[in-house]
């Protein structure tokens, strides 16, 4: 009679054990897809990561991770709503005087003024505060040795993934071709973004004009790699796309356009290996990109058509391919 019992006990903690594991992976599961599928997701990556980069490494950054925005954000603002809140505050009128992230203004400057509609800001808020987030493979020793504390997780999802270690892609082609197109990305966008704040809008266009083209040439010399920006829709046009580069922007572009997750397009031929890979838009990119007279001023089309006679890189929206990163190395 004792070992019935005993056998009845243990069965029925065995079925609990397993039932809780198998509800844990359910909910772990669940609460990927809802990541995945948060609109705060994807704007967060089309507005921030140009410059709040997960992947760039530390020396060669023009703003903090977006990581150290939400564990600062959450030292002062323990609920959604007031983490919003402060977000949406920063936002509207961003100056030395309204900051909490005083290092990162020091190091950095302050970012620039963007019009940015108040529903991006909160749904990237609401995104932040609730799941995990993508840091730097650096990030996490960075912090503890700043902070010399391990402190306690506030908020939800406080962000502990390695976006450098995904998957172990670190050493495939696809990997190494973005990484060199988001270091080269972060290069131009801190020398941009520095122009956009020194001398306007109208100013950073020349820089464009006189350094895009010398930046990247210096980062394909770094990377040992042959890296090119090109589109269907030129604005220089040293940058518009052969027949086979037409045919992976239209692949992009139904990607996109579908809300999927571009991935790189990778091509072995003969030794060389060729990644293609997305340029999108964001709010900023609209200042020169946009659409004349709604997001784009007139005075900036003016310059832009002084600038480049035969320009076609107008009309664009937010999140739409702009262009693509063409990159070949070597195996």
């Not at 705060?40 to 709040?52: F, R, V």
């Not at 903090?64 to 030292?75: D, E, G, N």
Request: with cysteine; net charge neutral; glycine share 4%.
């Amino acid at each position: 009679m004792k070992n019935s019992v005993l056998y009845l006990v243990c069965t029925v903690f065995l079925v609990s054990c397993n039932f809780y594991d198998k509800k844990k992976t359910t909910d772990l599961v669940t609460k990927n897809l809802q990541a995945t599928e948060h609109p705060g997701k994807k704007l967060m990556e089309t507005n921030c990561y140009i410059c709040h980069s997960p992947t760039a490494d530390e020396n060669s950054r023009n703003a903090p991770p977006m990581i150290a925005v939400k564990k600062r954000y959450l030292m002062q603002n323990s609920s959604n709503e007031a983490f919003t809140a402060a977000m949406l505050n920063w936002f509207k009128n961003p100056n030395k005087d309204n900051a909490i992230m005083y290092g990162a203004v020091q190091r950095y400057g302050v970012m620039p003024n963007m019009p940015f509609p108040e529903e991006t800001i909160t749904q990237i808020a609401d995104y932040m505060y609730t799941f995990e987030i993508d840091q730097p493979e650096w990030f996490e020793s960075h912090y503890q040795q700043e902070h010399k504390q391990n402190g306690q997780n506030r908020g939800k999802g406080y962000g502990l993934q390695t976006q450098q270690s995904k998957n172990n892609t670190q050493e495939s082609y696809g990997q190494r071709g973005l990484e060199y197109a988001m270091a080269t990305q972060a290069v131009i966008g801190k020398n941009l973004m520095g122009s956009i704040q020194k001398d306007g809008v109208l100013e950073a266009l020349s820089f464009c004009n006189e350094q895009a083209y010398r930046l990247t040439d210096s980062m394909a010399v770094a990377q040992h790699a042959n890296i090119r920006r090109v589109t269907d829709k030129p604005r220089n046009q040293n940058n518009k796309a052969n027949t086979e580069e037409l045919e992976y922007i239209s692949t992009f572009k139904t990607v996109i356009a579908n809300n999927g997750q571009p991935k790189p397009i990778v091509k072995d031929i003969d030794n060389k290996v060729h990644v293609y890979y997305p340029i999108t838009t964001n709010t900023m990119c609209l200042q020169c990109h946009g659409t004349p007279n709604t997001t784009m001023d007139v005075a900036t089309l003016n310059k832009v058509l002084r600038l480049y006679p035969k320009d076609k890189a107008i009309d664009y929206s937010e999140n739409e391919v702009r262009g693509m990163w063409s990159i070949t190395f070597d195996k």
